[in-house]
């Protein structure tokens, strides 16, 4: 089945073209990346896939459901872990994962056994009573780790998971990641680190100003010459 299927998609912000008929499909259980300099439009691209915003023009769709006119069945299936830290800070984390759950139509006792799973899988249990802003950085980024993984999700969705963390936690990151993919949940990661993208995706798509340059494996780019990656890259 297909996870994840852009068809042309176009978002237009005023006068800024962020998506300009984007198109590709991610296949079930593939690790896909997708690679780009700043401003490349992946962000906005999660963002459609996940109903923060619409688009312009074109279609998306997530395990066959289109992303806008059936969202709640699309949004369902993916967990995002975001770029940016969005997350309530008045309560204990797994309360902020119990919730979510309970969002997502999860059964109140059902919520805290997936919340607390989460935060085992991630290695932060022991915290679980700790508000989100008393967390370390690395502590943070497993966190919204967990917050993607607490309604069991088909899809996950990784914007730049490991942007600013020491080389150490990165590597735990990706064996966590790694394992998820291993067993069965589908990954779609945006990153600037060329590392990551060799090390973890079957395929990667390169995105530049709102289009998809070319879809290929790591491998597949690696053998061209890394210039064309250091070019694209460069940000
Ligand atoms: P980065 O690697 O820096 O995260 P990106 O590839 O994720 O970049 P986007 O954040 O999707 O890129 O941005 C694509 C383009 O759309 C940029 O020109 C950006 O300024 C513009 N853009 C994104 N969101 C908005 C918004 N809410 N309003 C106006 N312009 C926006």
């Not at 059936?70 to 309360?95: C, K, M, S, T």
Request: charged residues 30%.
């Amino acid at each position: 089945m297909t996870a994840i299927r852009a068809d042309s998609l176009v978002k237009e912000y005023g006068d800024v073209r962020a998506l300009d008929g984007l198109s590709f499909e991610v296949e079930e259980g593939e690790f896909f990346g997708l690679l780009g300099p700043n401003g490349a439009g992946k962000t906005t691209f999660i963002n459609i896939l996940v109903g923060l915003a619409r688009s312009t023009a074109g279609s998306a769709e997530v395990f066959g459901h289109d992303v806008e006119s059936d969202y709640q069945q699309a949004r369902n299936r993916i967990g995002l872990a975001p770029q940016e830290f969005n997350v309530d800070r008045f309560f204990p984390i797994h309360e902020v994962l119990e919730h979510k759950a309970g969002y997502h139509g999860v059964a109140p006792e059902e919520a805290a056994r997936r919340a607390d799973e989460a935060l085992k899988t991630v290695g932060i249990y022991d915290k679980r009573d700790t508000r989100f802003d008393w967390l370390s950085g690395g502590m943070k980024r497993r966190f919204l780790l967990a917050r993607a993984l607490v309604t069991d999700p088909d899809l996950l969705i990784l914007d730049e998971p490991t942007a600013g963390v020491d080389v150490e936690l990165r590597r735990e990151l990706w064996e966590l990641v790694q394992q998820l993919n291993d067993d069965g949940t589908t990954i779609l990661l945006t990153t600037h680190y060329i590392e990551e993208a060799e090390r973890l995706c079957d395929t990667v798509a390169i995105m530049d100003a709102g289009r998809k340059v070319e879809v290929a494996s790591p491998d597949d780019l690696r053998g061209r010459g890394e210039d064309t990656l250091v070019v694209t890259l460069a940000s």
